[in-house]
């Protein structure tokens, strides 16, 4: 049993190693305007990938919900239903033209918030997304290990469940900040310091210096 429950621990403590690393880059980076830009970018091509496909055909495409969803979730407007008349328009074009159109409210964002204000806010975002979905990861990690053992009644192998569904579980955690993240920065306007520290205390609360503390 003993070597049971460090074997399960030991899956914990992996993932836990790649949040505190994610974590330190975070607070030890003096600019995470590119990591903030990198992760808008796979958030738009994914959401623009749910109603474009990749390799699609345009009877395939459902571009009034693509202008809804990036409207409702992102506050970006894009005409795509327009783009979609010119013959030569493909996926591709769309995916382009919708990141372009995210990046550049981002950066009219900044600009009337300022670099320094932005970044403050940004990584303070970030840091508090990332605590808040670590902690109730643990606590799906801790449900399924309790109930992992029953498994075996069903000739699988438990521990081998237990990985598999735990990195599932992890992999969705990823997701989940990412797209928090993503939409917060879409929604929030931020024009001073005392807006960064109001902003981030009311999204998610305070960040704690340990996150598997729970809140």
Known sequence: IRKQLLEYDDVANDQRRVIYQQRNELVDSEDVGGMVRNMIRGEIESLV??????????EQWDLPGLEAALA??????????????DSEVNEDTIRNRVVEAAVASWTEREAAAGAEVMRSFERSLMLQTLDHHWRDHLANLDHLRQGIHLRG??????????KSEAFQLFSEMLDKVKGEVTTLLARVQLRSEAEIAQAAEGLLGETDTDPDTDA
């Not at 990938?49 to 345009?58: D, F, H, I």
């Not at 009644?153 to 237990?162: G, M, T």
């Open 49 to 58: 990938r749910r109603y474009v496909p990749a390799e699609s055909v345009e």
């Open 72 to 85: 409702g979730e992102l506050q970006i407007h894009v005409a795509a239903q327009e783009w979609a008349k």
């Open 153 to 162: 009644y069903a000739q699988k192998q438990p521990k081998q469940e237990y």
